[in-house]
């Protein structure tokens, strides 16, 4: 019998586990155009908070007691589809479960790019293309320009870190705690800020930004971004990827520097990272050379076991993770 998460309840304000449940699920006869996959590999993502509540919005809600859907590799163990073969490996959405039953077209096989599989669920998958396409792209950032990054230990910071400096500009992290903060100097960040340490964000980020930022990409909001406002130069681009500060308590934030939106021109710009899927081609050829030269640094926090699913999600909202967080099947 397959095994598969699914949302008990929905969370009012940060997850728990009683939120969550292990159902048994069936594992039917392979229709024509299907596959069966044993998956190995499961992401964790922050987006996977939004799909908890029940609002409209670009994912649609999780559906109680049904298996929760997320970003998986495996490897086909049946197949009725024509082109795909039993060994192959192929990503898809069908996470949170250990065996997935889907049309063949809902899977994609993984590139023969010569790195780990996994690493399609973080530098080379989703987290990746939204660092490279909000940073090159979003934030039109350029050589020379200073770069801001919030949650830079993280699987998408992580990563802007990095396109940020081998496209040779200058970066600012923020991280919690001394040991991410180190890790990040040692991507070759210019200056991390620990935004725990008790020190206001404004005052860390204007004493390692003397003449000021010219990029902000924001996975936190909150008192990062308001940080980042103060300390735009004009003109500055602004990239909002994420606000995982708010994605618990919802929140609302207070920004104090938001009229110099005005004064110094900031442009802000929202995105979600399916906005450059027909562009993934693109987004391969440089990482993946990037990757293979060893240029790129890939790191992953790994929790075994389907059982430890709701712990490795729980675990980005207190900072569990340096780089991409995972499940090993
Ligand atoms: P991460 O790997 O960065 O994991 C989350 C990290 O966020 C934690 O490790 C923690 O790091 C930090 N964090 C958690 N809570 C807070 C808080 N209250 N204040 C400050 N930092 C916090 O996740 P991802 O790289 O996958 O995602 C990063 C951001 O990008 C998220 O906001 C996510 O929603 C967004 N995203 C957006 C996409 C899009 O298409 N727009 C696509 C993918 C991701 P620390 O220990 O440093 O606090």
């Not at 298996?67 to 024509?82: F, L, N, R």
């Not at 690493?119 to 950032?141: C, I, R």
């Not at 618990?248 to 004064?263: K, S, V, Y």
Request: hydrophobic share 45%; aromatic share 8%; proline share 5%.
């Amino acid at each position: 019998m397959a095994q598969a998460w699914t949302l008990a309840s929905r969370p009012n304000g940060t997850p728990t586990h009683d939120n969550f449940a292990l159902i048994d699920v069936a594992s039917p006869a392979l229709e024509p155009g299907q596959i069966r996959i044993a998956n190995h590999w499961l992401s964790v993502d922050p987006y996977m908070r939004g799909r908890m509540n029940d609002v409209k919005s670009y994912t649609p809600p999780f559906v109680l007691g049904e298996p929760m859907q997320g970003g998986a590799v495996g490897e086909i163990t049946e197949s009725a589809a024509e082109g795909f073969a039993v060994g192959d490996l192929v990503l898809h959405m069908a996470g949170w479960r250990d065996e997935a039953v889907i049309p063949a077209s809902q899977a994609q096989r993984v590139p023969a790019l010569g790195v780990d599989p996994q690493a399609f669920l973080g530098q080379l998958g989703m987290p990746g293309m939204t660092a490279y396409f909000g940073l090159l792209e979003v934030a039109s950032a350029k050589p020379g320009d200073v770069v801001f990054v919030s949650a830079a230990a993280g699987a998408v910071g992580s990563t802007v870190v990095q396109i940020a400096k081998a496209k040779g500009m200058t970066v600012i992290g923020s991280a919690g705690g001394a040991d991410k903060c180190a890790w990040v100097s040692s991507l070759g960040a210019d200056a991390v800020i620990d935004y725990k340490d008790g020190t206001p964000l404004i005052k860390q980020l204007a004493a390692v930004a003397p003449n000021g930022i010219d990029v902000y990409f924001d996975n936190v909001g909150g008192e990062h971004l308001d940080a980042a406002l103060g300390l735009a130069n004009e003109r500055a681009r602004f990239a909002i990827c994420g606000m995982i500060e708010m994605y618990n308590t919802g929140a609302p934030t207070e920004l104090r520097f938001a009229a110099r939106i005005i004064g110094a021109r900031i442009r802000i710009q929202g995105f979600i990272v399916s906005d450059y899927m027909s562009r993934a081609g693109e987004f391969y050829n440089e990482m993946g050379g990037w990757l293979q030269s060893g240029q790129l640094v890939r790191e992953e926090t790994i929790h075994e076991g389907l059982a430890s699913m709701p712990d490795a999600f729980l675990g980005l909202f207190s900072g569990g993770n340096k780089g991409k967080m995972l499940v090993r099947v």
